[in-house]
């Protein structure tokens, strides 16, 4: 008998179609030829907590701490009525098995959840692998030949790498960290919470109260002249005295622009040069993602699905290239020939980079680890909405590869008048080179530079005006901690997904690390949450751990790293934190 174990009651529904209902159970589908398909509908097993490691004998890493690196993981089920009866429907079907299918989605969390199962329920059969793409790719009826699935199966191993590698930080910072508050507060308990992204959602939102503060302390107010020269008029910034904010109200605008408008004064600094800016390199998952973010409006994990689907359909493709490198060009050529059927504005762009590409000098093109390219397969028809501008951007990226560098003319000039500085800069196209291939350019162009001018030259005030820097400062939302994490990693997967997000951050609601303010929806750091980072060390707090983290699960996937340096280094880190956490910590209110 054969036990499939399917995502959710749909994806087996499918899959016992394929094999022919006989017979449907809760939770069990008994299909033609004894094979029988269930599913789990979310994870049915967890690691158990430290406690019921130390009760089967395993021993502390750090005596008197309960800090614990099982060298046998034990796992517990996950309560729940419906995840009871799912539980024993797959346990009835596994007792009379002797081989198991894994058919869950593709991907680390995929094949350890249906792993877990057969490893709780202490299945000794044979196990195998079955994906759903690889179901609805083959032609029915019947499904396609199953592949074995060992624990070395490098999406399996990095699953439980990632599973085991979380609960050895989660557990071991918690009870490090309460135990340095309780150093200093002995009613505290002994733990408290805090994984592997904890820290670095709370720094992002202490950061950002910390921002808040110092606008609210020192409001700005930007006061710009217009200053009149004998060769032209030019727009110039006060700058005020000492480089702080000393003009923060309308009674200092006014006594400015009596001391200044309509007086005289003289350069005191001019300087003018050309510089060349080669493009951009291809982007990254990251820097697509942050691009969608400012130009789309786009919610991180909305662009990585975006890259996802661009992928499956064969339009783009990740990672550094083969060995012959001019295939690329002709790569993104195609492609946005192909795409210019039903987008005529990438004509003009294809003709312009053809007629700039530069075709001697491959061995300057920045390959990446990580970039994207165009396939040069053309799309079958019109592409949607992100997909289309996120694919666009990703070729013109590469075709930006073979223009020529962006010249343009930087100038700089400052005035004294009655005392008070005034800077004016400005940056002029000369050559507009590879930003002619993107709508606005990549790069700010003033439509008039400065006019040319020595020092002593003298000039007059004419207009004054003044604006805020910006309206009222905002507290963190969700979306900002999202694009913090981001910005400072690079790694898209740490701005994860909207459920993962909404749960932690309202797990650290409860936890009093974090307050919400209805009203705005805007996240604010307590005195809970502050002291929590101020006992942690900071290699904790930076998301560049987390993406380390994360470049270790690429490399187990990828074959070139091994599970056991993932679970090495978490240990370290919780043996790092144990000893170095500060004595006293920061008290708890």
Known sequence: ???????????????????????????????????????????????????????????????????????????????????????????????????????????????????????????????????????????????????????????????????????????????????????????????????????????????????????????????????????????????????????????????????????????????????????????????????????????????LRALSSLEKKGLITRGSPPGNRAPRWEAAQAALSAASGFEPRLRPLLALAAFSRRRADFASFPWCEGGLFPTGFAPEEPLPEPEKSLFFFISRLVLAQFCTDCRYRESRARAVIRGFAFEGRTRTLVRAGWTSLFDQGRLRSDDRGLPPMERGDRVTARRLSARFTRGRPFYSSAASVARTLLETSGEPRLAFCEANRAALLLELLREKKLVLRLASGRYRATDRGRALLAALPEEFREPRFCARFEATLHGIESGRQSETELEQEAKEMVLLAAGQLPRPAPALS
Not at 10 to 18: K, L, P, T, V
Not at 37 to 66: N, S
Not at 191 to 199: D, H, P, S, Y
């Open 1 to 303: 008998m054969r036990t499939y174990i399917a995502d959710n009651a749909a994806a087996a529904a499918a899959i016992g179609r394929r094999l022919g209902i006989r017979e449907e159970r809760d939770g069990l589908l008994l299909c033609e030829g004894g094979e029988a398909v269930g599913w789990c509908a979310g994870p049915l097993f967890r690691i158990a907590p430290p406690e019921r490691f130390l009760e089967a004998g395993e021993p502390e890493a750090v005596p008197g701490t309960g800090i614990v690196f099982p060298h046998h993981w034990i796992l517990e089920p996950v309560e729940g009525r419906g995840r009871n009866i799912l539980r024993e429907a797959l346990r009835w079907a596994l007792e009379r098995s002797d081989e198991a299918v894994v058919a869950t989605s593709s991907g680390r969390e995929g094949a350890r959840k249906g792993w877990e199962i057969l490893e709780a329920f202490g299945f000794r059969g044979r196990r195998l692998r079955l994906l759903p793409e690889e179901i609805e790719a083959s032609p029915g009826p019947g499904l396609p030949a199953a592949r074995p699935l060992t624990e070395s199966d490098p999406e399996l191993a990095a699953g439980l790498a990632r599973a085991r590698s979380d609960w050895i930080l989660g557990s071991g910072l918690s009870r490090a960290a309460g135990l340095a508050a309780r150093s200093s507060d002995p009613v505290f308990p002994g733990r408290i919470a805090a994984g592997r992204l904890t820290a670095p959602v709370l720094q992002a939102v202490a950061g950002r109260d910390e921002d808040v503060a110092r606008q609210r302390e020192h409001p700005r107010i930007i006061v710009t002249v217009a200053i009149r020269h004998a060769r032209g008029e030019w727009t110039a910034e006060l700058l005020p005295p000492g480089g702080g904010f000393s003009i923060g109200s309308v009674n200092d605008i006014e006594l400015l622009c009596r001391r200044v408008e309509l007086h005289t004064g003289e350069v005191t600094e001019w300087f003018s040069c050309e510089r060349e800016t080669p493009p951009p390199p291809p982007a990254t998952a990251a820097e697509a993602a942050l691009w969608s973010e400012k130009k789309l409006r786009l919610m991180p994990q909305e662009s």
